[in-house]
């Protein structure tokens, strides 16, 4: 996406990388408060599922080609900004996602649980320097990617309860109450095997 972005951006602009940055930056600025809006109003999950619907729809409306020949200012097109907008969605919910998640962790392993999320969020960042050598063999590889990806996490998101309203979960009692779970289910969950229990 970045690439596709900042192509339009640099053609427009005189290839000044700082100024691609802070467009970029204030692109997506407006997005991120619309969205915190609406998680206090609507909900966490609602909120995300509405912004991740929109980037999918940004995302698939990419693929028409006439999309790249209606012309909106200078050499920006309607297709650089449906990938721009695309963008913009996926990052409000990424950013979202650090409150959602801190609320739905239980006290006792909310910061190791945090920075466990967190690490595995860069994985993203890890493979983004990859996105430039799939673009020389096809550009709709890195569309169809990402709208599978989308697709999945909105599917995830569906089983994530909502926190508006809702006290922080201090131990996992809570967490699985909130998340619909029985007392016997925990107590399955964190009773250890008799191969556990003979050996101690």
């Given at each position: 996406?970045i690439?596709?972005?900042?192509?339009?951006?640099?053609?427009?602009?005189?290839?000044?990388?700082?100024?691609?940055?802070?467009?970029?930056?204030?692109?997506?600025?407006?997005?991120?408060?619309?969205?915190?809006?609406?998680?206090?109003?609507?909900?966490?999950?609602?909120?995300?599922?509405?912004?991740?619907?929109?980037?999918?729809?940004?995302?698939?409306?990419?693929?028409?080609?006439?999309?790249?020949?209606?012309?909106?200012s200078?050499n920006?097109?309607?297709?650089?900004?449906?990938?721009?907008?695309?963008?913009?969605?996926?990052?409000?919910?990424?950013?979202?996602?650090?409150?959602?998640?801190?609320?739905?962790?239980?006290?006792?392993?909310?910061?190791?649980?945090?920075?466990?999320?967190?690490?595995?969020?860069?994985?993203?960042?890890?493979?983004?320097?990859?996105?430039?050598?799939?673009?020389?063999?096809?550009?709709?590889?890195?569309?169809?990617?990402?709208?599978?990806?989308?697709?999945?996490?909105?599917?995830?998101?569906?089983?994530?309860?909502?926190?508006?309203?809702?006290?922080?979960?201090?131990?996992?009692?809570?967490?699985?109450e909130?998340?619909?779970?029985?007392?016997?289910?925990?107590?399955?969950?964190?009773?250890?095997?008799?191969?556990?229990?003979?050996?101690?």
């Amino acid at each position: 996406l970045i690439p596709r972005l900042s192509s339009g951006i640099n053609a427009e602009y005189g290839g000044n990388e700082y100024l691609v940055m802070i467009l970029m930056g204030c692109f997506d600025f407006p997005f991120k408060m619309v969205l915190y809006v609406l998680a206090g109003k609507i909900g966490r999950q609602k909120s995300c599922q509405l912004y991740l619907s929109l980037g999918l729809i940004c995302l698939i409306l990419t693929a028409i080609p006439q999309t790249d020949y209606i012309p909106i200012s200078g050499n920006f097109t309607m297709k650089t900004m449906l990938v721009a907008s695309g963008r913009a969605f996926a990052g409000a919910v990424f950013a979202l996602l650090y409150i959602y998640t801190s609320e739905i962790l239980p006290t006792l392993v909310r910061s190791v649980g945090m920075s466990t999320c967190s690490t595995c969020a860069r994985v993203g960042s890890l493979l983004a320097p990859l996105v430039i050598l799939v673009n020389e063999i096809s550009p709709s590889i890195i569309y169809v990617f990402i709208v599978v990806c989308l697709m999945i996490s909105m599917g995830l998101l569906r089983n994530i309860p909502e926190t508006l309203g809702r006290p922080l979960p201090n131990c996992l009692e809570d967490c699985f109450e909130m998340f619909g779970e029985t007392a016997e289910e925990l107590e399955r969950l964190t009773k250890p095997e008799k191969g556990e229990e003979s050996s101690n």
